[in-house]
């Protein structure tokens, strides 16, 4: 038999593999493409639960029109900044579909920061106002950091960022990062969700999962405002979540099974579609300038393998990584 080696990518490998946002942009629309018709596997991710409020989930996928097979094992635990830990950290594991052999591990961290605000991105593409110019941020860690960098790609008209966290030294920290990097941009620190809200056209709440109670009023989502929160519907109101005249997520069996397990505590709101059907052309994005419409994606296996596939090739074709022996 051969033996078997495994490619072993860290997370300064991946990063040094230069894969830009706007490239990772595409690989998440093309998976997302592939899930509204339906051209994927990916049951609904199970998980355990080793704290109470924490979570390791298993996350398969295969895309076969990508030639992309994996699993995410993946762990967010809210309290880690306090013990100067990341809050998400986890591994990728890529096969091959034609052999089932485990091609490559992976740093997911990385890629779980970069494809989460892919999809915000491509939520804003379809359902927010291509003239959006004010982006209201809350929560200044790495989804705070990410989601700007995505929504830079697909929002030219965006002027003004104002950025709030309950931590002063992250927003502080978040201006000396960002600022050099959008000249284009007013960055501005703001005192209260309230203000990085009202007024934004487009929303992005990035805190954590299990807040005691919303940030975020119904009265400050305003008529033509695309909100994506990524802490399921945690940081927003229940009246809030109801006023979105277009409610999309990415995979509606798993949102609702989160429903059914602590979120959405006054029921689901109607689902417009799946993100993947937006993107694919099944269902309308927005349609008018005064709706308000809302993308809650979970986070899907199939954007993580997408990525992961595309990091894989990169690293062989330039000898980067560890080979370890697996057998
Ligand atoms: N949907 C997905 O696919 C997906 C993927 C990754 C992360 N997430 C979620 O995104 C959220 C952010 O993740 P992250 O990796 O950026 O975490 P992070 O710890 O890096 O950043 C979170 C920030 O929010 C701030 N914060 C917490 N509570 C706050 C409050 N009440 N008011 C203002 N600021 C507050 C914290 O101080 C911190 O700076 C988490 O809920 C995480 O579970 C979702």
Redesign the pocket.
């Given at each position: 038999m051969s033996r078997i080696e495994i490619l072993y990518l860290s997370q300064p490998d991946i990063i040094a593999l230069g894969l830009s946002m706007a490239e990772i942009i595409g690989l998440v629309e093309a998976a997302l493409r592939e899930h509204g018709e339906g051209r994927v596997e990916m049951p609904p991710k199970p998980g355990i639960h080793p704290r109470p409020e924490t979570f390791i989930h298993a996350m398969p996928a295969y895309l076969p029109r990508l030639g992309a097979a994996g699993l995410k094992w993946i762990g967010?635990f809210p309290e880690n900044?306090q013990r100067g830990l990341e809050?998400?950290t986890g591994v990728l594991v890529m096969n091959d579909p034609e052999t089932g052999i485990p091609l490559a591990i992976m740093d997911a961290a990385w890629i779980?920061a970069m494809r989460?605000a892919a999809v915000t991105a491509i939520g804003a593409r379809h359902l927010a106002r291509p003239d959006s110019r004010v982006l209201g941020i809350?929560?200044?860690?790495?989804?705070?950091h990410t989601n700007l960098v995505a929504l830079a790609e697909v929002l030219p008209e965006l002027r003004q960022v104002k950025v709030?966290?309950?931590?002063p030294e992250?927003v502080t920290s978040y201006l000396a990062e960002m600022r050099p990097r959008f000249s284009r941009l007013t960055i501005e620190p703001v005192g209260s969700?309230e203000e990085a809200v009202k007024g934004s056209d487009v929303i992005v709440t990035?805190?954590?999962?299990y807040?005691t109670s919303p940030?975020v009023r119904a009265a400050w989502f305003a008529p033509g405002a695309f909100a994506a929160p990524?802490?399921a519907d945690y940081a927003w109101e229940p009246a809030a979540v109801k006023l979105a005249d277009k409610f999309v997520t990415d995979d509606a069996e798993q949102t609702r099974y989160f429903a059914a397990h602590g979120c959405f505590p006054e029921g689901m709101p109607p689902l417009h579609a799946q993100l993947g059907e937006v993107v694919c052309g099944k269902k309308p994005g927005r349609e008018r300038a005064d709706e308000r419409t809302m993308s809650i994606?979970?986070?899907m296996a199939l954007e993580d393998v997408a990525v992961g596939r595309r990091l894989y090739d990169l690293a062989r074709e330039r000898g980067a990584g560890t080979r370890l022996p697996l057998t």
């Open positions: 967010c900044p809050q998400t779980t989460t809350v929560g200044a860690g790495v989804q705070g709030t966290d309950r931590r992250a969700v990035a805190t954590m999962f807040l940030l990524l802490e994606c979970l986070g």
